[in-house]
């Protein structure tokens, strides 16, 4: 079956880094997304992989390992408003994406 | 760019009643549209892929009766819930994507669907 692992839940301080991890097996690889979800709104896109290593953007970067089937997240100079549920999403051989279930950043001051 | 706007925002209506949820793609054309449903705390589920000037895709479990879904132009997609029942209560969020299979998913804000 295809399956997408990242944490439940993690919590961070405000002015940190943080790292979001997330595994998959997946029947066919064509690209991991991440998004950002807070509560009570829709995702929005952040990042995109098809390559391995890492894609920076800003404050936020997204590492990639095909033959490991692992990706990351990583989030530098915390703010509250990154308080929100990150979601990792593999796209398989037939396009589709196949979504994990979120990992909820909790950030403290 | 890659704007989607989701109508409405909030539904609060009787067992019964059947609602009609809009997608509309804003700056961009889409052959393809996603409706999902999400439950408190839990991940999106796919409901059903649209597309243009066809039939929608739905995923094992997806009642097509019980969810129309219409893309009748490459930027409005409709979701429509009939027959609507408590159950039926959940966030659905639209999707839509500005090209090929290899670009990102932009989500409507959402809608809040709440039968009494």
């Known amino acids: 079956g295809q399956n997408i692992d990242q944490p439940t839940e993690m919590t961070a301080t405000e002015g940190a880094i943080v790292q979001i991890n997330c595994t998959y097996q997946?029947?066919?690889?064509?690209?991991l997304f991440w998004y950002q979800q807070h509560a009570g709104e829709a995702p929005t896109f952040l990042s995109y992989?098809?390559l391995d290593g890492l894609e920076e953007k800003g404050r936020f970067s997204s590492f990639l390992s095909r033959s490991k089937g692992y990706s990351y997240l990583l989030l530098k100079e915390l703010q509250m408003k990154d308080s929100a549920s990150y979601l990792c999403?593999?796209?398989?051989?037939?396009?589709?994406?196949?979504w994990g279930a979120g990992t909820k950043l909790i950030i403290k001051p | 760019g890659a704007v989607v706007s989701q109508h409405p925002s909030r539904v609060i209506c009787k067992s019964g009643t059947s609602v009609k949820i809009e997608c509309r793609s804003l700056?961009?054309?889409?052959?393809?549209m996603f409706w999902y449903r999400q439950f408190p705390k839990k991940s999106l589920m796919l409901m059903a892929t649209?597309?243009?000037?066809?039939?929608?895709?739905?995923e094992q479990g997806v009642e097509k009766d019980k969810f129309l879904i219409n893309h009748a132009s490459l930027t409005l997609s409709t979701l429509t819930v009939t027959s609507a029942h408590p159950e039926d209560s959940s966030f659905y969020i639209c999707?839509?994507?500005?090209?090929?299979?290899?670009?990102?998913?932009?989500f409507g804000d959402g809608t809040r669907l709440s039968i009494l």
């Open positions: 997946t029947s066919g690889f064509n690209g």
């Open positions: 649209s597309n243009e000037g066809s039939k929608a895709t739905y």
């Open positions: 992989n098809v």
């Open positions: 999403a593999v796209m398989d051989s037939n396009y589709q994406l196949i």
């Open positions: 999707s839509a994507r500005p090209g090929g299979e290899f670009q990102p998913q932009h």
């Open positions: 700056d961009f054309q889409a052959t393809t």
